[in-house]
């Protein structure tokens, strides 16, 4: 009796089939010889050169809960760029608050926690960077979700502060504020002394600046700030209703505590995009420029693989499609690689959400037990990642449906950041992939043209009627 392979055996033959996946060459072809053609599955390899090119995100998320980025960089790669973060601030109390008559400024500051920072050149650790606040003129809410571009027309340009701060990267950022400005927030009425939302409406957020380094240097520093830390005191003496000799007080007013951080940046790589294959690439972190795949340029070259070698798309089955991605570095200076490279290069589509606001995640594969998720290996110098259902869906799907919804099929390659949380009631933990956000780096993969191109190494099945 003549045995065939049925889809019920598919799953079982594809994950003996690939026990690992790296830049290091594995040669999936053993046993495929000893499988007759007659068979309903025939497993098969291919390298296929995978296009790139260089592309900048749009956009991308950048509304935080307690993290801001305050910053500027200027390197001979890509120039300048530029972080500044805009967050709420508002009144709370348990109980109604009683604050008098004729109250007087006295003096008001704010302070904010610092989190990490982040050098692009040795040294920069104390760089002094001129800060400075502004009010803006909305509230920071779920409508800058996926927005990291400010208006000129969101703000006050006048600062607030007292002639800014010069920073050099301490524990804690203190800023002093003019005392006018501090005098508006004692006209807060009752309600809005009582109510959160109502202080919020009335005097909006505080927008922070850095100014960029000084033209014609480069280097700089980034700095992540913890705002659900963060406090505005406001110290001044009024009046008390219940006695007559004037009182002392400060109130403090959370900046960012259970409410929005938004995280702003500019960049000035966008000239830097190019559609054409080039020999080498240059990456960007956070909302810069990214290697970039086009979904028609992959498919052409899938629809080109196959039609070469008489195989019907309907037929084909990925099982499994593995990019490589070589990156230069002098492998003697691991410190930079580990510093400045990205920790990984995983790609992103755009998904829209239930608002109809569009935003960058992760392909789905990232989610496969087992799979490469873009990590940089640093003694082979090459990022390496699994994307196996969208190769899939590239090889089944028409041109034409593709071209219609290239946002699911386009693939930016992005810095991954993963978060994993276990349950209080169990030991069960689950793990969530998004876009790095808070970590600038820079890079330089190979691109379609160098002699140690990008492939994608595909394992795939071809199903036979016969």
Request: hydrophobic fraction near 30%.
């Amino acid at each position: 009796m003549r045995s065939r392979f049925r889809a019920a055996a598919l799953s079982l033959t594809i994950s003996l089939a690939f026990a690992a996946s790296s830049c290091i060459n594995v040669d999936n072809t053993l046993g495929v010889n000893n499988i007759p053609d007659d068979f309903a599955l025939q497993l098969q390899t291919a390298t296929l050169r995978l296009p790139l090119q260089t592309k900048m995100l749009d956009s991308m998320q950048s509304l935080s809960s307690g993290t801001a980025i305050l910053g500027a960089f200027r390197t001979p790669e890509f120039g300048l760029t530029t972080h500044s973060f805009a967050t709420n601030f508002y009144h709370y109390s348990t109980k109604s608050v009683n604050l008098g008559t004729d109250r007087r400024i006295k003096q008001v500051y704010l302070t904010i926690n610092l989190s990490s920072t982040k050098i692009m050149e040795p040294g920069q650790d104390g760089l002094p960077q001129n800060i400075h606040v502004y009010q803006m003129n909305r509230v920071v809410d779920t409508t800058y979700k996926y927005n990291c571009q400010l208006k000129d027309s969101e703000y006050d340009h006048t600062p607030i502060d007292t002639n800014g701060v010069i920073y050099t990267g301490g524990d804690t950022l203190r800023i002093w504020l003019k005392n006018t400005w501090g005098q508006k927030i004692l006209s807060a009425t009752q309600r809005e002394l009582d109510s959160s939302s109502a202080f919020m409406d009335r005097f909006k957020a505080l927008l922070f600046t850095c100014d960029p380094p000084q033209e014609g240097s480069t280097g700089g520093r980034l700095n992540v700030f913890t705002t659900s830390s963060a406090y505005v005191y406001v110290v001044f003496s009024f009046q008390p209703t219940w006695q007559a000799a004037r009182k002392d007080t400060i109130i403090m007013l959370p900046l960012g505590e259970n409410t929005y951080t938004q995280n702003f940046s500019t960049y000035s790589s966008k000239p830097m995009e190019n559609p054409d294959a080039q020999e080498y690439l240059l990456v960007e972190g956070l909302g810069g420029l990214k290697a970039y795949t086009d979904p028609l340029k992959l498919k052409d070259t899938l629809d080109k693989w196959m039609a070469k070698n008489g195989y019907d798309p309907k037929k084909t089955v990925i099982c499994k499609a593995t990019y490589n991605i070589p990156f230069i570095t002098d492998k003697s200076n691991v410190d930079f690689i580990n510093s400045y490279f990205p920790a990984s290069l995983y790609p992103f589509y755009k998904e829209k959400d239930t608002s109809g606001y569009y935003y960058y995640t992760p392909l789905e594969d990232i989610y496969s037990n087992g799979n490469n998720t873009g990590k940089a290996n640093r003694s082979l110098s090459c990022y390496s990642g699994d994307i196996s259902s969208q190769v899939q869906k590239l090889c089944s799907k028409e041109r034409s449906e593709i071209a219609s919804n290239w946002k699911k099929y386009a693939m930016w390659y992005c810095n991954v950041t993963e978060n994993t949380t276990t349950s209080y009631y169990s030991t069960t933990s689950t793990t969530t992939y998004s876009l790095e956000r808070t970590s600038y780096s820079v890079g330089k993969i190979n691109g379609p043209l160098h002699a140690n191109y990008p492939t994608l190494e595909l394992v795939f099945a071809i199903l036979n009627d016969q």
